[in-house]
């Protein structure tokens, strides 16, 4: 009897010990623009640059993608928070910099699974009218639609192609106040049971000028499957006068699921 427990308990902490190894191995992502570490995806679920920070030490091999396919490899620092400014937010440096690179992963698995294609300024311009229709449902009158980039790509492996468009008027110099008729909004537009949806990621409107209102402006980086299920993860990058940020989103069915943003500004 006591050689059956003594095997259970055996079994079972062997159980607990590969569980907590498994726990232990993560894959970090790193925004190339700014460097910050946007995180990991633990056991299915996304954790930020703050709860993996000390797990990712220096010599990490990471993987360089552009916006349709990978650059290179490059070797990654420590992460270091930004003590001064933003101590929350922590930032990885990588050896060759690859300027080019938009994001980073230490991950073995194929980040583009299928085609991520950006549009042309003319082709994205076709989006206009969608843009004009928000901006009216928002206040703005005789808006004026500047689509600023469209990325059409098949999210979540359906077989149908969803396209992310973004969107940006400012009409003040430097950026430190927001004019009549300013925005900056980033959407997706989805068939969903046969008709086109559209699903907001970031939208900010100023239908009348004000001088206290600092504005926003949202631009897509790419898309990208970013934890190794298959779907993708649409990064989109904000910014203001005085700092910059960035947030995943995933999409599922008509909903838009942040999974972390992580930045820094004054």
Not at 67 to 75: D, E, F, K, R
Not at 76 to 81: K, T
Not at 196 to 205: F, P, S
Not at 224 to 240: A, K, M, P, Q, T
Request: aromatic residues 6%.
């Amino acid at each position: 009897m006591r050689a059956h427990v003594h095997a259970v308990l055996l079994a079972l902490a062997s159980a607990l010990a590969a569980t907590a190894a498994q726990a232990q191995v993560i894959h970090p992502v790193v925004d190339l623009k700014d460097g910050y570490l946007l995180g990991a995806p633990v056991n299915g679920t996304w954790r930020d640059g703050g709860h993996v920070a000390s797990r990712v030490g220096a010599g990490r091999r990471y993987r360089v993608f552009g916006p349709s396919g990978m650059l290179g490899v490059a070797t990654g620092s420590r992460a270091e928070a930004l003590e001064d400014i933003c101590p929350e937010t922590f930032r990885v440096e990588l050896s060759p910099a690859r300027e080019a690179g938009e994001i980073a992963v230490d991950g073995a698995w194929n980040l583009l699974p299928r085609p991520v294609i950006r549009l042309s300024a003319a082709a994205a311009a076709g989006y206009a009218g969608v843009v004009r229709q928000i901006l009216t449902q928002h206040g703005i009158r005789d808006p004026v639609a500047r689509v600023t980039g469209a990325v059409r790509v098949d999210l979540d492996g359906d077989g149908t192609e969803e396209v992310i468009v973004s969107a940006s008027r400012g009409t003040t110099e430097g950026g430190w106040a927001a004019g009549a008729g300013d925005y900056s909004v980033v959407f997706v537009r989805k068939l969903v049971g046969g008709v086109v949806r559209t699903i907001m990621l970031e939208q900010e409107y100023h239908p009348r000028a004000n001088p206290q209102a600092v504005p926003n402006e949202y631009a897509i980086a790419g898309a990208w499957d970013l934890d190794g299920d298959g779907g993708y993860e649409i990064v989109i990058r904000g910014s203001y006068y005085e700092g910059g940020w960035t947030t995943l989103y995933h999409i599922r069915g008509t909903a838009a699921r942040p999974l972390v943003t992580v930045g820094c500004g004054a």
